[in-house]
């Protein structure tokens, strides 16, 4: 994690606090701190999103409110800064939970959000050094998919990124937004958008949000496997850290969670090298670290 990268989960963490200190929904305070990680440009979703093989950023988010069950997504939106925001539209001004591709992007366009290029023009072509035997797959696919190359740029360090909260009216949120992974397939859509996979929240047990390879994230449900054990009456961490290691036992996954239930505890738990994450009560200094264990 990058000084820069501190700096902005600490912003982000203070901008969602300012705003349930002041009586906002737990809903509200998760999209605020959302939008500050999507513009800052230091991390994969928003304006810092990866690119697709094509070159195309193509982004996902979601949000979901513990009370009511609510829930709103988006799914391979193109050319906005805030996809959480096109999330949060879909909740509230529509009868769906999920919108995905071109009526996404027009979806976002309506209401006239922030626009970015969908092809950053400060990041030239250039041939990719492909390791990984997935990875070579995954490029000769698309190449006999398209009879092209490919367009991308280093996104070392970055992660999707997401957040939690427990409002005065104890209500709890979760959100999440992202770039997905480098060399995607044009159209592949990971954990994120997914409800159940990449957030849950109800106020029953607890709320959930997760980063880490989505493939793997979304066959075992992971965000609703850990609020199912908050349920059943284990703590934020224990929960957490059961599923995590049966993602990692049954198909080699790798991830991280935020997790808070409605008593306010919480738990950050990883079983990557690292996960630049944060929390805050208000008083002090937002804690901010790489590393959680």
């Not at 496997?225 to 036992?249: D, F, T």
């Not at 991280?256 to 630049?276: C, K, N, Q, W, Y």
């Amino acid at each position: 994690m990058t000084a820069a990268q501190a700096d902005g989960l600490r912003a982000a963490l203070r901008a969602g606090y300012d705003l349930l200190d002041r009586d906002a929904s737990s809903v509200t305070a998760v999209e605020e701190a959302i939008r500050v990680l999507e513009g800052s440009g230091l991390f994969n979703a928003g304006r810092g999103a990866h690119l697709q093989l094509d070159g195309v950023r193509r982004m996902d988010a979601s949000l979901m409110e513990g009370m009511d069950l609510r829930a709103g997504a988006v799914a391979s939106i193109e050319g906005i800064v805030h996809p959480i925001t096109a999330a949060r539209l879909v909740m509230d001004e529509t009868n769906h939970v999920l919108l995905a591709g071109p009526p996404a992007t027009a979806f976002a366009r309506h209401f006239k959000l922030e626009r970015q290029p969908r092809r950053p023009a400060d990041h030239p072509k250039r041939r990719a050094s492909v390791t990984s035997l997935l990875r070579r797959r995954t490029l000769r696919l698309y190449r006999a998919m398209t009879g092209g190359g490919l367009a991308m740029r280093e996104k070392h360090g970055k992660e999707t990124v997401g957040a939690v909260a427990l409002d005065r009216a104890g209500t709890l949120a979760a959100g999440a937004s992202t770039g997905g992974v480098e060399l995607m397939l044009p159209g592949r859509v990971g954990d994120t958008p997914l409800i159940g996979s990449g957030v849950y929240a109800d106020n029953e047990s607890g709320a959930v949000s997760m980063t880490g390879l989505g493939e793997g994230i979304i066959r075992l449900a992971v965000a609703r496997a850990i609020c199912e054990r908050l349920a059943q009456g284990g703590s934020p961490a224990a929960a957490a850290r059961h599923v995590l290691r049966a993602l990692v036992a049954r198909v080699e996954g790798r991830a991280g969670a935020l997790v808070l239930t409605p008593d306010g505890r919480f738990a950050i738990v990883h079983v990557t090298p690292r996960m630049a994450a944060g929390w805050w009560n208000g008083r002090g200094d937002p804690a901010v670290r790489g590393h959680w264990r």
